[in-house]
């Protein structure tokens, strides 16, 4: 508990004091609330539309959340199928890395187009975006095994299926947890990115549909989505590492965390 | 036991696909039961050789043989012969048929020509299942408790957990460890009780043939001392066929009845010294002079080997 507060109180601090410059900055240099509104402006849009807002952060975590263990799920598999052959990783690296570098903001249109609006486009781009950590972190795990390890295995004539599954994967496990660090946060552009194109059918809607809103309607209210979206975001990313880091813990030590001679 | 395996290599040479050769002309004979020390400068190609034995890569060209009197063989507790236990085995292993054909026989033998070495691939090594290898660092798997770690050998051919259990214990007790220690994780224990964890994990298959690839070189001599003394032991009680490589001349006398003595690289053998101290060993036989003239001999030849 103790050591939460300490971790917590730097950045509130900082939080504070940041809320305190934007608005003396408003105040102090007249700056038009279209422009830049005050923080308490902000604060009375968010409690204005609070139900709007509680909806479409839950709708756009669910969508993030969606894309994130898809991504993990199918991820892992690509990165099981990598592992098995030289050939697979040559040939699909490529599409893989394209995959990475397209920019999400010129494909999601394209996904419109296939998939049409909604949801699960949404959940679409979200996956798309977060997929690749995951591939590239998991196979270079799997890759990584020490080869005396893999000696060892083959001196037991261990099937291909046994050293994925009692070998490869179980050594890929810390790589996995660093992949879905960077990928969580990345679900969350992707379902926010996603939802600016695919978000505008249903009638009640994401933060992404929210933010293109705001900019037409109330700077406030755009200020109150781009703000959930980042909490959201941080929610998303730590809660992956504490999970990520419990994995961990239970990965190389003994569950329950015991010591040596307990 | 009385089917230890025993060693025949007639000219061996290995030479590695970038050319490289890592081992030349090593003609080698290990009686069954027999435990040897192989000590030679770094590079000479001791691990090569170890490896060549235990089926991982094949020599480029001689003949290797390891075989056994009488077959087939009981492995491990449930007396179960090579090849059962493992249906996903055949299909992945190009030269299964032959192979399992072999272990059934008398001997299994890499002849000349041989195919192209062992792919990096999984699921192909033409191992033995009477082989066991110890590795020099403890190559323990980081995620899996003690008690997890010395039974994969036999999990992954699929021997039932109670047996499995009832090894393990065993083998625990033969090493050494107290069953505390068998929740543990390798990461909390120290390199020496690694070790352990590592001789159990080969012991608990009952191998018939032991290669130990400098398996105490990390330890501290007092460690080292220790464990070689709690190897001979259990070598005293089992005899199964035992190569052992080391750079510690000490621990090479003490241990065996014979040491060989590799030349630089690409390595050959170049003397072949008898212990002739019987077993079992007293720790104290490390301070007789008789010790001390054949480890001045061993280092002479060592000497000879760097040159
Ligand atoms: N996979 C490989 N490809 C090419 N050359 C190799 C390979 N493995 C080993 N060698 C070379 O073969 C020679 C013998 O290597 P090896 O590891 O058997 O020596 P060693 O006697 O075990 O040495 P050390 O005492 O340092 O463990 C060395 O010159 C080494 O560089
Ligand atoms: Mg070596």
Redesign the interface.
């Known amino acids: 508990m103790n050591r939460l507060v300490k971790a917590a109180l730097p950045p509130a601090v900082l939080f504070v004091l940041v809320i305190a410059a934007w608005h003396y900055a408003v105040v102090g240099f007249g700056i038009k609330a279209f422009l830049v509104p005050k923080p308490s402006g902000v604060w009375q849009a968010a409690v204005e539309n609070r139900s709007e807002l509680l909806f479409a952060i839950g709708l756009t975590a669910a969508a993030a959340m969606c894309g994130f263990v898809s991504s993990l799920l199918i991820g892992s598999l690509t990165a099981c199928v990598f592992s098995q052959s030289r050939m697979i990783r040559s040939s699909c690296y490529p599409y893989a890395i394209f995959l990475q570098t397209v920019p999400i903001v010129a494909v999601a249109p394209i996904i419109v187009v296939w998939f049409g609006a909604g949801f699960h486009s949404v959940v679409l781009v979200s996956f798309m975006i977060s997929l690749f950590p995951i591939v590239t972190n998991v196979t270079s795990g799997m890759l990584a095994v020490?080869p005396?390890?893999?000696?060892?295995?083959?001196?037991?004539?261990?099937?291909?299926?046994?050293?994925?599954w009692?070998?490869r994967l179980?050594?890929s496990?810390p790589f996995l947890v660093a992949g879905a660090r960077t990928s969580s946060g990345m679900a969350v552009v992707g379902a926010i990115v996603g939802e600016f194109f695919a978000g505008n059918l249903a009638e009640r809607h994401g933060l992404g549909y929210m933010i293109l809103q705001g900019t037409q309607f109330s700077t406030a209210k755009l200020f109150a989505a781009v703000i959930a979206s980042t909490l959201l975001g941080i929610t998303i990313f730590g809660a992956s590492t504490l999970i990520g880091s419990t994995v961990l813990s239970r990965?190389?030590?003994?569950k329950g965390g015991?010591?040596?001679g307990a | 036991m009385s089917h230890e395996m025993s060693v025949n290599a007639t000219r061996v040479e290995m030479q590695f696909p970038s050319g490289q050769l890592g081992v030349r002309d090593v003609s080698l004979s290990v009686r069954r039961g027999e435990l040897i020390s192989m000590v030679g400068p770094s590079g000479c190609g001791k691990s090569t050789l170890l490896?060549m034995i235990?089926?991982?890569m094949s020599p480029t060209s001689g003949e290797l043989q390891v075989s056994t009197a009488s077959s087939p063989l009981p492995l491990g507790e449930g007396g179960r012969r090579p090849g059962e236990g493992?249906p996903?085995?055949d299909s992945?292993n190009k030269d299964s048929a032959a192979r399992e054909a072999d272990s059934q026989s008398e001997s299994q033998t890499h002849r000349v020509p041989q195919p192209s070495p062992?792919p990096?691939?999984?699921?192909?090594?033409a191992?033995d299942?009477r082989?066991?290898?110890v590795?020099q660092?403890s190559?323990l798997?980081?995620?899996r408790?003690v008690f997890d770690n010395i039974r994969?050998?036999l999990?992954?051919?699929g021997v039932p957990f109670g047996e499995q259990r009832a090894a393990v214990e065993s083998s625990l007790k033969l090493i050494g460890l107290k069953p505390d220690d068998s929740?543990?994780?390798p990461?909390?224990l120290s390199g020496g009780m690694r070790m352990r964890v590592s001789l159990a994990r080969a012991l608990v298959?009952h191998p018939e043939l032991l290669l130990l690839d400098e398996p105490f070189a990390a330890l501290d001599d007092l460690l080292r001392q220790q464990l070689n003394e709690e190897l001979l032991r259990i070598w005293t009680e089992q005899r199964w066929t035992g190569l052992f490589v080391t750079h510690n001349v000490a621990e090479a006398v003490f241990l065996s009845q014979r040491v060989l003595v590799m030349s630089k690289s690409p390595g050959t053998f170049i003397a072949d010294i008898a212990v002739p101290f019987e077993h079992p060993r007293d720790p104290e036989l490390r301070s007789t002079p008789e010790f001390a003239k054949l480890t001045g001999e061993v280092s002479r030849s060592l000497r000879e080997a760097a040159r």
């Open positions: 020490d005396d390890l893999l000696d060892l295995f083959r001196l037991y004539r261990a099937s291909r299926w046994q050293v994925l009692k070998l179980p050594h496990v990965w190389s030590d003994p015991g010591h040596p | 490896r235990a089926g991982l493992r996903a085995l992945q062992l990096e691939g999984e699921g192909t090594a191992t299942p082989i066991a290898f590795f660092d190559n798997l980081p995620w408790s994969l050998p999990e992954l051919r929740a543990k994780r990461r909390m298959t």
